[in-house]
């Protein structure tokens, strides 16, 4: 599952407080896109592997529990403020989910580049 980081920063500029990306548990997170640009995404590519961008990622309850903790948040934060913005015919929508095509290594700070 991957998540843009400017879509945590704006849901965080949402709350008025900062989020944490772990509450959302993505295998890949991306640095320097526009909040949301992941959704239009069909394909990239992260040194030799590409992905196939699947479908958003829609969300439960469990974003409002705290990793370090496992303590549910009473407010049912993040995602009640997700849900003002991103429900989409009941899912609330947040990350999109990914299939890698090949194999190879990641490294923290590689280069995305949007195929398609």
Same mark, same amino acid.
């Given at each position: 599952?991957?998540?843009?980081?400017?879509?945590?920063?704006?849901?965080?500029?949402?709350?008025?407080?900062?989020?944490?990306?772990?509450?959302?548990?993505?295998?890949?997170?991306?640095?320097?896109?526009?909040?949301?640009?992941?959704?239009?995404?069909?394909?990239?590519?992260? $040194?030799?592997?590409?992905?196939?961008?699947? @479908?958003?990622?829609?969300?439960?309850?469990?974003?409002?529990?705290?990793?370090?903790?496992?303590?549910?948040?009473?407010?049912?934060?993040?995602?009640?403020?997700?849900? @003002?913005?991103?429900?989409?015919?009941?899912?609330?929508?947040?990350?999109?989910?990914?299939?890698?095509?090949?194999?190879?290594?990641?490294?923290? $700070?590689?280069?995305?580049?949007?195929?398609?």
């Amino acid at each position: 599952m991957l998540i843009g980081q400017g879509s945590l920063d704006d849901l965080s500029a949402r709350m008025g407080r900062p989020q944490e990306m772990l509450r959302f548990r993505p295998n890949l997170v991306i640095e320097g896109a526009e909040a949301f640009a992941e959704d239009g995404w069909k394909r990239i590519r992260i $040194g030799d592997i590409e992905f196939q961008l699947l @479908t958003p990622c829609a969300r439960c309850i469990l974003t409002t529990v705290d990793p370090a903790t496992g303590e549910r948040s009473a407010d049912r934060e993040p995602f009640a403020t997700l849900k @003002t913005y991103r429900e989409v015919e009941g899912n609330v929508l947040f990350g999109q989910n990914v299939a890698n095509e090949g194999v190879g290594e990641l490294e923290v $700070g590689m280069s995305v580049e949007v195929l398609e």
